[in-house]
């Protein structure tokens, strides 16, 4: 890989934010917690819509890379590759092509092109355009609550990109050259994978990745990137910017992104692998060399940035707007953590039989 997709990072960044909205004990982190896996692919798949290959091997016909970083050569023979399309109906469109119809829908305010940028939406405005697809999603996608776990995690894929990304103010992680480089991200990711996920947080990263790749594409994503005709709440409020032409399309990327992610995963959790040297352990020559640091000088470069700092920043940014959004939607208040009887108390109740003896 060489280059990190972004996975790690938004997995990270939703579990904080989970963690942050369960200490403000807001009834939308009961639902992301019991719909786990769904609200971390929201984290991900909800934006990163170019999630899939960027090349294919020509000598073993492998996919290789990840859609929009350029792939020079294979990864498995140093041979060439050739650009990989998905192709639709007959129509051929590359990662790049998808990734300028469809980002800037899904972000909502970074990623647009110049011609469709009067759809961007203001941060101002986002708590309201969230709270709109919530109560979209309460009564036109339930009543089940995996849909509004997903919408969650998109949440936070679009907060969490704005403040990395400097479109939002907030947030000041300065590493080698910058906040969002492509040397700075393996560094971020690795740090966030073993430092922070593994010894701080006890993660079971290969257990979380696995089984967000295993989720479904979830109807609300088009709704919510305004792919479709207007409709709900979000299209009587925010009636602009919709594009119902594209709809052909849309469904099949997302579909692609699903299937690419559940091989891509494996990759990932390789990549992140550490190996023992005489030094400590090390991270693979691929990312050495993308960064021009081991491991150890990696971990060192984090702790003189304040490194957590800026993840604590980013939990509580996502904690913010989910505050902000369940003021906007106070149904979400019914969606607390069950409060059903708990097993000792269906014992105080049920261990008599209907004879009046007590059950052993």
Not at 192 to 208: I, T, Y
Not at 244 to 264: D, Q, S
Not at 334 to 346: I, M, Q, V
Request: hydrophobic share 40%.
């Amino acid at each position: 890989m060489g280059r990190m997709s972004g996975i790690v990072g938004h997995t990270l960044y939703a579990l904080l934010g989970l963690r942050a909205a369960e200490a403000r004990n807001l009834p939308v982190a009961a639902l992301c917690q019991r719909h786990l896996a769904s609200y971390l692919a929201g984290a991900y798949l909800g934006c990163d819509i170019q999630a899939m290959p960027e090349a294919i091997c020509v000598e073993t016909g492998e996919e290789v890379g990840f859609g929009t970083v350029p792939v020079e050569k294979s990864p498995y023979t140093g041979g060439p590759v050739r650009p990989f399309h998905l192709v639709v109906h007959g129509a051929d469109f590359s990662p790049r092509q998808i990734h300028e119809l469809f980002y800037g829908r899904s972000h909502l305010v970074l990623g647009w092109r110049k011609e469709d940028r009067p759809s961007a939406i203001p941060w101002d405005r986002l708590p309201a355009y969230f709270a709109d697809v919530v109560r979209d999603g309460l009564d036109s996608y339930g009543p089940g609550e995996r849909p509004l776990a997903y919408v969650f995690g998109w949440m936070v894929h679009v907060v969490s990109d704005a403040l990395i990304k400097g479109v939002r103010s907030g947030l000041n992680l300065r590493l080698l050259d910058g906040q969002y480089t492509p040397r700075n991200r393996p560094i971020q990711d690795l740090v966030s994978f073993h430092e922070v996920g593994r010894k701080e947080l006890g993660l079971n990263w290969p257990a979380l990745l696995t089984d967000l790749a295993q989720t479904p594409v979830e109807p609300i994503q088009p709704h919510y990137m305004r792919v479709g005709i207007p409709d709900g709440a979000l299209g009587r409020e925010f009636g602009d910017g919709w594009a119902p032409e594209k709809a052909w399309l849309l469904e099949p990327v997302l579909l692609e992104n699903h299937r690419f992610l559940r091989r891509y995963v494996p990759a990932v959790l390789a990549e992140m692998e550490l190996h023992q040297t005489p030094a400590g352990p090390d991270c693979n020559e691929n990312l050495r060399k993308t960064t021009g640091l081991s491991y150890p000088e990696m971990v060192e470069l984090t702790q003189k940035a304040d490194f957590r700092h800026s993840l604590w920043q980013i939990g509580a940014a996502v904690a913010d707007m989910f505050t902000a959004v369940v003021q906007g939607e106070p149904r979400l208040f019914g969606l607390r953590a069950d409060r059903s009887p708990s097993w000792d108390e269906l014992a105080r109740r049920w261990r008599k039989t209907s004879r009046g003896a007590t059950a052993g």
